[in-house]
């Protein structure tokens, strides 16, 4: 097929983007292609660094022609050169953490974080000699003064999981790059739909396509996006040498729930409204925490910085959280109690504060009062799916008012 150069929207290219007809075949949807070998033409090298752009597929661990069409898909969503996924969200963050960093460097990382992130720059990378410093990263005074010589990352995720904490993706690229860092965007509850953080001064943007760009709860999956050099020594090292790649079956579900991400992001949007509204109105509800809502204590960032505020809720009850979750857990009936986001089906649970003090963040002093400014004893974290939100409202209705 001839391709003009013309710019297309964003639902064209979840649509097509990274995708054409089989030239074999004809076919119109993407192949899977399982095959972990490729027969070759002629004997080749057994290095991967001998890979260049237009190598033949050799390995599926080098490369796989449906892994490749999703990283392309990925890239002209999110305005990168290049993507490259991994086997999950965890994975291609521990990839991006420790391609980059060496012993004697020191990152700079958001408090308040996805909680397995928070634990791997806790507790993984200082044993390898690597310098971390968390921080609330919405605070730009706490940034500036966390930052030395040998800072080499500053690791954000914003809106963060799970007080949805908005961090000012401009203000910080123009920190790191005075400071000679690169910035890192956990963008997974924004997703391309809502932020561009390479648009806006990011050097990588890491994705749990697991969740919303997946979309149904039924593939993990992770990737980071950048420029094609970055990528090509992320890919040399973390993809080929650590191993972590994506399944080329997972790949397949996650194009094809990619292709309906904007339809998708504009119906979470739109359902989440109705349900932060109604919960805010709510006698059982002490305060909700929602960026499209101007109570947002940051909804200002959350305008300039956001095309869609996303389908991610939390929120604070009046009186005990634990036992209005185990109440949920047992009598909710459309919305699922469970972890994990961004899926057609509404999840909902409870993040105690102290739990996840002593589990992920150990904040303390400023740091932990400016995270219970956000989320009290705890927060009900709710990812509101494609169901009818009135019928999300009601489900709530019933057990928040104890019927
Ligand atoms: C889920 C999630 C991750 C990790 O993704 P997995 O696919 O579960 O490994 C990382 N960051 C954020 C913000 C997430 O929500």
Redesign the pocket.
Known sequence: MKKSNRETGLRTKAVHAGEGPDPATGASAPNLVMSTTYVLDQPLGFSAHDLGEDSPFIYTRWGNPTVRQLEQKLAALEGAEAGLCFG????A?AALLLGLLNAGDHLVASDT??A??AELVRQSLPRLGIEVTPVDTSDLGAVKRALRPNTRLIWI?TPA?PILRLSDIPALGGLAKQAGAKLAV?S??ATPLATRPLELGADFV?H????YIGGHGDA???AVLGRAADLRALSLEAIIHYGGILSPFNAWLILRGAATLPLRMAAHEAGAFVVARFLEAHPRVASVLYPGLPSHPQHELAERQMGNFSGMIAFQSKGDGPALAARMAEGLEIIHYAV??GHHRSLICWIGTEDVMASSFALTGAQLEAYRAFAGHGVFRLSVGLEDPEDLCGDLDRVLSGA
């Open positions: 999950s969200g965890m994975a963050s974080t996805y397995g992130t995720e999981n956990d997974t509850f890491v749990a396509l697991t969740k993990v999956g992770g994990s986001l």
